[in-house]
């Protein structure tokens, strides 16, 4: 197994990446992330998943033109990598072979 | 967006702008405001709060800092590790690629700096001569002032007097030397210089005690304070405070304390300091102690806010009321102890400048040398300089690298220099100044001196190593890169060429000088002094005996064997020799004529003294034992005397001192021998006759041969071993002692050749350096010049001669100058050689020679280049 270590956070970031599919920057992800798992996150905690994630080459980031909102200030926008991707892939890819090796009666709560 | 956008609390975002890492404050400053018109949607304090939150994760140390990849667009930090890394490495490796630069550069700033560090520490020991003291600004001396001449010493009774009848004199001491007495503890015995001082001594004076108190330290009159040196001899390693010594075998005193180390650059150098009540109850000494006789050093600490003129001024009363009639035209002067040494000693100044002079010129010379062969270093460098400003270096970062090697060369030659000052030159300073003010280096007192050097060298590496990297960073780029000098490879050929010059106009002038001293030297040692200075053989023999009956009669049987000895061809016991007489003078005049007197130094001689020293007598006769001398008072002059009281004749004529009426009968003329070195013109001489032939100081012996030497030695301390006594019989040859007088001027010489051979080194060096660049720059030159046909020997002609050319130019610069410089400095001898021409001539020999050989070496090696080799790369 290729050891590609992305913590459950990250993957979560990476993933809200890849959804807003250009649009992830700093506000979006942390919205989509409150709307879509009812999770509430500090910024910080975005701000610093997304540098980790771009060092570690998940994803790329630059910064976008400027806007009449937020006072002229310029984002910073992410897109998830081709590394980033084929990780996110291998790992969906290895849940749902493992999900195959579930046997169907293990889930079920014994006794119902 | 709402045209009425919210606002997040102020303070927050002020917070936020402070501590947020700068280059990610843009977008988060951003984000956290829309997130907050977001939250506001759903409340304004939860808003606030949630914003607040936010800005706290995006704050250090939560806050992760984005790596930049924009760190290579701007040069670094120049303190960063890895920048400075850089540097050193480039440095120690450049460093290493001119191996031999560098260990030029090396050797001659350390060597330099090295002397540079023992002359400044020398000027500044000398400049703080006798600073130490507390009340050092308020600390007098007496001088006497008498027909003219200057004495830094008064009559004993003085000091006294003056604390009586001054009350503006806070204390005072007398500093008297007169005798040494023997000090006796169990088996030891030691004779040491002696001074004999008042209570108030450590008033006066600031010297520290290692043990003892100073307040009470001469207390009792029986108190004896030694210094470090003669209480480790007597009593080891131990407190010697309290232990009793006994003086002459007669009397009984008490040790009270032992002095530090007295400073070296201290006038007053004691051994052992008693007090002055020891000489009250000596008979000779209350006869001197009158207000006539001027012997005595007196000092005087004055009261805070008291004018030295107005007191002076009231002194003129005190020479009224208490000096003799025959001392009425004696004036006394307060004069401040911080010039005491250079009333004493007016060259001492010269000598503090000399050694800042010769100093700042071979900082000079090193400097000049430094930066040219740095420059020099450089050029080839070129490439490398460009290429890195290419990818980004500035100025500051050129100019760091450059210094960086200027510093290391410069770290490591004050390292080396520190060490060869330490165990090199300061011992052998030390020697040269043979018994001189000896220098000490701690860290502890000299580090303003050492400071000072480092600062001072420090500058030259700064100034070194900016030079070439102005001279590269001023290139065009774009033909640098290509290692084309564009603004010509002779830029700043003015400069260098007059750094040469200067360079090589100062070693002529420094070999001229050292040869004419040498020349000098030569002619003062080898010259004929008037007396016969070989084959004698001189005992010293005050021995300090127990019994001065006994040593006498035995004296007289030892020299009624001499009289018998075939080896010995004439003898004569005598209180002097012709090469240490005092420096005792008196007024003369002929008897019946007192205004015709002069000043005659006077000195004492037995029978069979000319004829032992073979010094010609130009008329009448030598003293003599069987004649009458004694009873006439016979004198004998030399010359110079004759000369001087206008006469023809001498023999016969009878002369007087001033308020003596003892007359002296003239017996002879001797020629005018030199009894002072030859830097001093023979002065009027009288000696008089010392009484019969008995033991004395000396024992003058001629001998027949040198060879019989070692067996007369040999006799004579068997004999005198048998006489009791202190001291055993020393001996010495009189030539040795002749050679002695003129150890001082050895070592001048000595200090002059060294500083003459670090000035030529240095300059071959700078010279070379500059051949080696001119012939590298000129590669390409000399490669199509040979494939045009040129021969080595032309192009080696062709490279040498403009370097020629210049050390030429120093000649003719250096020549005069030294010819100038050559007659001042030997003015200062009486009897001296005049320059010659073939001083001038070995001078620019060596001159020429030397740079002949430095500049042929590379010159000859760049000629016999193959010129495939420097044509192929472009």
């Known amino acids: 197994m290729r050891r590609t270590y992305l913590g459950e956070f990250e993957e979560l970031v990476l993933l809200m990446v890849a959804i807003l599919n250009g649009e992830a920057y700093g506000v979006t992800v942390t919205q989509e992330i409150e709307q879509q798992t009812g999770r509430s996150v500090t910024f910080g905690t975005v701000h610093n998943t997304l540098i980790r994630l771009e060092e570690k080459g998940f994803v790329r980031s630059e910064l976008g033109g400027a806007t009449a909102e937020r006072g002229g200030r310029r984002k910073r926008l992410f897109s998830i990598t081709a590394y980033g991707s084929r990780t996110l892939q291998e790992i969906q890819q290895q849940r749902s072979q493992l999900w195959q090796m579930v046997p169907p009666t293990s889930l079920k709560v014994s006794g119902a | ?874």
């Open chain 2, 1 to 874: 967006m709402t045209p009425q956008v919210p606002t997040p609390p102020p303070w927050a975002r002020w917070l936020l702008a402070r501590l947020h890492p700068e280059d990610t404050l843009e977008e988060v400053e951003g984000d956290l405001e829309e997130l907050y018109a977001y939250w506001y949607r759903r409340g304004k304090r939860r808003a606030a709060l949630r914003y607040l939150l936010g800005v706290l994760s995006v704050l250090p140390p939560l806050v992760r800092r984005r790596k930049h990849k924009e760190e290579y667009d701007r040069p670094p930090f120049f303190l960063h590790p890895s920048m400075f890394r850089n540097h050193f490495k480039i440095a120690l490796r450049s460093l290493w690629k001119n191996r031999l630069f560098s260990a030029i550069n090396l050797f001659g700033m350390s060597v330099g700096i090295g002397c540079v560090v023992v002359l400044i520490l020398f000027a500044q020991k000398c400049l703080t001569w006798d600073a130490f003291h507390q009340n050092g600004d308020r600390l007098y001396y007496i001088q006497t002032e008498s027909n003219g001449q200057k004495y830094s010493s008064t009559v004993f009774p003085l000091v006294r007097q003056l604390l009586k009848d001054y009350p503006e004199i806070e204390t005072g001491t007398h500093v008297q030397s007169w005798y040494s007495p023997w000090i006796h503890y169990q088996d030891k015995n030691i004779q040491e210089s002696t001074f004999f001082v008042d209570s108030s001594f450590f008033q006066v004076f600031s010297f520290a005690l290692k043990y003892g108190d100073p307040a009470t330290a001469f207390k009792d009159r029986n108190a004896v304070v030694l210094s470090e040196r003669v209480a480790r001899s007597l009593f080891g390693d131990l407190d010697p405070v309290g232990k009793v010594v006994t003086l002459d075998d007669t009397l009984q005193f008490n040790v009270t304390g032992v002095l530090d180390k007295v400073p070296a650059n201290s006038s007053q150098q004691f051994e052992v300091l008693m007090r002055t009540e020891v000489l009250a109850h000596l008979p000779e000494f209350k006869e001197s102690a009158d207000w006539y006789n001027t012997f005595s050093n007196a000092f005087m600490v004055l009261k805070e806010g008291t004018r030295s003129e107005a007191l002076e001024a009231k002194l003129s009363t005190l020479v009224k009321t208490h000096f003799p009639p025959e001392s009425q035209h004696v004036q006394l002067h307060l004069k401040p102890y911080r010039n005491y040494i250079h009333d004493r000693n007016p060259t001492f100044k010269g000598l503090i400048y000399g050694a800042i002079a010769i100093a700042l010129f071979l900082l000079v010379i090193i400097s000049i040398n430094f930066i040219n062969l740095n420059v020099a270093a450089a050029i080839p460098r070129l490439k490398e300089v460009a290429v890195r400003r290419v990818v980004g270096a500035n100025k500051g970062s050129i100019l760091r690298q450059f210094w960086m090697e200027t510093g290391i060369i410069m770290l490591i030659s004050v390292l080396l220099a520190l060490l060869c000052a330490i165990y090199y030159l300061i011992p052998a300073f030390n020697q040269l100044r043979d018994g001189n003010m000896q220098l000490d280096i701690s860290l502890a007192h000299d580090y303003p001196t050492l400071l000072t050097v480092l600062g001072v060298t420090f500058t030259v590496a700064l100034i070194a190593g900016t030079y070439p990297a102005y001279y590269l960073l001023g290139l065009k780029i774009t033909e640098a890169v290509k290692g084309k000098l564009s603004n010509g490879p002779y830029r700043g050929r003015l400069r260098q060429n007059s750094l040469i010059v200067v360079q090589f106009t100062l070693a002529v002038v420094l070999i001229v000088e050292t040869i004419g001293m040498r020349q000098q030297l030569q002619f003062m040692k080898t010259a004929e002094l008037g007396y016969n200075k070989n084959q004698v053989l001189v005992f010293k023999t005050d021995l300090a005996y127990r019994d001065e009956t006994v040593a006498l009669s035995e004296g007289r049987v030892i020299l009624d064997e001499l009289r018998q000895n075939p080896n010995v061809v004439s003898f004569c016991a005598s209180e002097l020799t012709p090469v240490q007489y005092w420096h005792n003078f008196n007024t003369y005049f002929p008897e019946g004529a007192e205004a015709q007197k002069i000043r005659l130094r006077h000195v004492s001689a037995p029978a069979g003294y000319f004829e032992t020293y073979r010094i010609p007598l130009v008329e009448g006769r030598g003293f003599s034992d069987t004649s009458a001398d004694s009873a006439n008072h016979s004198v004998v002059i030399n010359e110079a005397a004759r000369k001087a009281f206008g006469w023809t004749t001498a023999v016969g004529k009878q002369l007087r001192q001033n308020n003596d009426p003892q007359v002296y009968t003239v017996i002879g003329v001797t020629k005018d021998f030199h009894y002072q070195n030859l830097s001093e013109r023979v002065e009027p001489l009288l000696h008089w006759y010392s009484g019969k032939q008995q033991l004395s100081s000396f024992l003058t012996v001629r001998l027949v041969d040198e060879s019989k030497g070692p067996t007369l030695i040999h006799n004579l301390e068997a004999r005198f071993k048998k006489i009791p006594a202190r001291r055993s019989l020393g001996y010495f040859y009189l030539k040795d002692e002749v050679a002695k007088a003129y150890r001082p001027f050895d070592s001048i010489w000595q200090m002059a050749s060294f500083v003459t051979l670090i000035a030529i080194l240095t300059a071959c060096a700078g010279i070379f350096g500059l051949i080696s660049m001119v012939t590298k720059q000129r590669t390409k030159e000399i490669g199509i010049r040979k494939v045009l046909g040129a021969t080595a020997r032309s192009i080696a002609m062709l490279l040498s001669g403009s370097f020629l050319k210049l050390v030429l130019l120093a000649l003719l610069l250096g020549l005069p100058l030294s010819f100038w410089l050559g007659q001042k400095l030997l003015h200062t001898f009486a009897y001296r050689v005049e320059i010659e021409w073939w001083y001038f001539l070995l001078a620019s020999a060596l001159a020429l020679g030397i740079a002949l050989l430095t500049v042929s070496f590379q010159s000859i090696r760049a000629a016999l280049m193959n010129p495939v080799k420097s044509l192929r790369n472009e």
